[in-house]
């Protein structure tokens, strides 16, 4: 029956359903012009102008917008004002189409296939997921508007909620209405291939000293309630919440401060900034978290001494057991050891440049050392890596933005990566 049904249909490779819904957002298509056009949305002779002043109905006035269903035509009341000099249509704002042509509702689908995709195959998905035909350059523009458009809200709300306007309510518990025990803040940042006009005057790591990308500083923020059966900490599930700013540190540390604040900065017991050595990181906590107790990621100092030990290699009688020995002590939080065992050589006389690297190899240890106490983090059940936050620079930013070729301005970097941060928040 239904291949009957199908053949007379003409149909190719697509199925029965495909050609079904086709039809189905079609007439609804019809069934929604039909039913806008029953009230053309005339509030009387005279409406409220966004500017304060009033608006005067001067007749109806069609438009084409893109709905869910497909392009609908609509009339619609047509208000002008003098003052303003511009038009008014109240059913606008009732469809979410002032001053565009793209429903809220097909904004919103928009939105998430851009935030996943390259614009053009995000059409494609759109086109295969929804039955909705919407070119590349429309949707570029969507995400890009409601994506600026999230990102300033973001900031303002965070402006409202450090000056005391805002008062976000406190967290809901994780499990059985009990507070989460600790709250981590873990900060990265990682490049995105810009244009040109992007970077320019700015120091890169090219060869001849310009950038080809820049510095997008992304927090995770998660918390922590338990152990494993293992003994290891446990993140909270569902409990990760995602920002990125292109914005410099100050900036960035203030949104970050604001989300911490709605996350239960100041109700949840312990807080823990997480990050590498990257000196703008702890700036930021001492500024914004000057209660949290700071941590290197365990992995990269790890991967530091590693270096350490080969600039050391070409005097060492055992370099494999001398490494072990000081991964232990770095293990165990215990720097100074690493700092004498490094010190017995720079006595003996490692000088030049070799001395140099030495000591710039060193520094990073002796500088962080009170963020290196790993073993006395480990038995008050704390985090001591920042996997957490490196895994968001490669899956939210890195997956969709720095794919090879693609070069981005930094209003549609910022639009894609606050969407981003929002789907991989809500996921
Ligand atoms: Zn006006």
């Given amino acids: 029956m239904s291949s009957l ?21 079609a007439a609804g298509g019809r069934l929604l012009e039909g039913l806008l056009d029953l009230d053309r949305g005339c509030a009387g002779p005279r409406v409220d102008c966004p500017g304060g002043h009033v608006a005067v109905f001067v007749g109806y006035r069609g438009k084409t917008i893109a709905t869910v269903l497909g392009p609908v035509r609509v009339e619609r009341a047509w208000y002008h004002c003098r003052a303003c000099g511009a038009g008014v249509a109240p059913r606008d704002a009732q469809l979410g189409v002032t001053g565009g042509s793209v429903t809220a509702g097909l904004a919103e689908m928009i939105d998430t296939v851009a935030a996943v995709e390259a614009f053009a195959p995000a059409g494609r998905l759109l086109k295969t997921l929804a039955g909705v035909t919407v070119d590349a350059k429309r949707i570029e523009r969507v995400a890009e508007a409601d994506g600026l458009a999230a990102a300033a809200e973001r900031s303002a709300r965070a402006g409202g909620i450090l000056s005391g306007k805002i008062i976000p309510l406190p967290p809901e518990g994780t499990t059985g209405g009990e507070l989460p025990d ?38 995770a923020l998660f918390t922590q309630t338990r152990l494993d059966d293992h003994g290891r900490p446990a993140r909270d599930p569902g409990s990760t919440s995602y920002l990125a700013t292109f914005q410099p540190p100050c900036e960035f540390g203030n949104l970050v401060r604001a989300a911490a604040i709605e996350r239960g900065l100041d109700t949840i017991r312990q807080v823990v900034v997480l990050g590498d050595g990257a000196r703008w990181i702890w700036g930021l906590a001492d500024t914004h978290f000057p209660a949290a107790t700071q941590i290197v990621d365990l992995f990269q100092a790890r991967e530091h001494l590693h270096e350490l030990a080969k600039l050391l290699e070409f005097i060492t009688p055992d370099p494999a057991a001398w490494l072990t020995a000081r991964l232990t002590e770095l293990d165990n939080g215990d720097i100074e050891a690493i700092a004498a065992a490094v010190g017995a050589y720079q006595k003996t006389g490692i000088d030049g440049p070799k001395g140099e690297q030495v000591a710039t190899a060193l520094a990073y240890f002796t500088a962080n050392a009170r963020r290196m106490r790993y073993a006395h983090y480990r038995r008050l059940g704390m985090f001591v890596g920042s996997g957490v936050v490196e895994a968001g620079c490669k899956n939210v930013i890195g997956a969709r933005l720095k794919r090879s070729g693609t070069h981005w301005t930094i209003p549609s970097a910022t639009a894609i990566t606050t969407l981003r941060c929002q789907q991989a928040t809500a996921a």
């Fill in 5 to 25: 049904a199908a053949q007379s249909l003409g149909c190719g490779p697509a199925g029965l359903d495909v050609l079904v819904r086709e039809a189905v957002l």
């Fill in 182 to 219: 600790m709250l981590y803040v873990a900060v990265d940042g990682t490049g995105v291939p810009t244009r040109t006009a992007e970077t320019a005057g700015r120091a890169g790591k090219q060869p001849d000293g310009t950038a080809r990308t820049r510095e997008v500083k992304l927090a």
